[in-house]
Antibody, heavy 117, light 110 residues
């Protein structure tokens, strides 16, 4: 049973860069896409982007230019960097395993990131 | 890309059936059979209920079913139970490796 766990700072200052890492255990990085999804407090889900097992990233058009997703297969981890953050980027950030063009079938528990000075 | 349209709320009594709609366009819901549904209880991560319009992952009760007609996908919960009270989100592949979510529907079991 694959498990995912997000880690990173819970507080980021405006204009700085948000960085989160997702550690995958109990399963292989291969043959899946590794996804970041966020949820502002009291609001719906927003797809941020994902990265293939070969390291090719794909981003939401609304965040493109600010977001970078990378993969470290040696550590079974993938990471999210979101630059120039504002209060609107305050959200629960989830990492998930995405089965190609089908669905995200395994999720982390989420990491709350607050953007505030 | 715009979010998919879901009703903000739905409700039903125990044992009844409820259907939640998810309306998109020919560029997402209508263009691909890659519509998924997720259930989210308060304070919890979303859980996959339905993938590829109507496929249930192992462990998901048969009371949950999905369908699609043109640009609208639907999730039906039959035989409502108290534990079905949760938020439900649809998502669809939108081409060019992009995905779009619905705004979510809060299901209340009366």
């Amino acid at each position: 049973q694959v498990q995912l766990q997000e880690s990173g700072p819970g507080l980021v200052k405006p204009s700085e860069t948000l960085s989160l890492t997702c550690t995958v255990s109990g399963g292989s990085i291969n043959s899946y896409y590794w996804t970041w999804i966020r949820q502002p407090p009291g609001k719906g889900l927003e797809w941020i982007g994902y990265i293939s097992d070969s390291g090719s990233p794909y981003y939401s058009p609304s965040l493109k230019g600010r977001v970078t997703i990378s993969l470290d297969t040696s550590r079974n981890q993938f990471s999210l960097r979101l630059s120039s953050v504002t209060a609107a980027d305050t959200a629960m950030y989830y990492c998930a395993r995405h089965v190609s063009k089908t669905a995200a079938d395994s999720w982390g528990q989420g990491a709350l990131v607050t953007v505030s000075s | 890309q715009s979010a998919l349209t879901q009703p903000p709320s739905a409700s039903g009594s125990p044992g009844q059936s409820v259907t939640i709609s998810c309306t998109g366009t020919s560029s997402d819901v209508g263009g691909y059979n890659y519509v998924s549904w997720y259930q989210q209880h308060p304070g919890k991560a979303p859980k996959l209920l339905i993938s590829e319009v109507n496929k249930r992952p192992s462990g998901v009760p048969g009371r949950f079913s999905g369908s699609k007609s043109d640009n609208t996908a639907s999730l039906t919960v039959s035989g409502l139970q108290a534990e079905d009270e949760a938020d439900y989100y649809c998502t669809s592949y939108a081409g060019n490796y992009n995905w779009v979510f619905g705004g979510g529907t809060k299901l209340t079991v009366l």
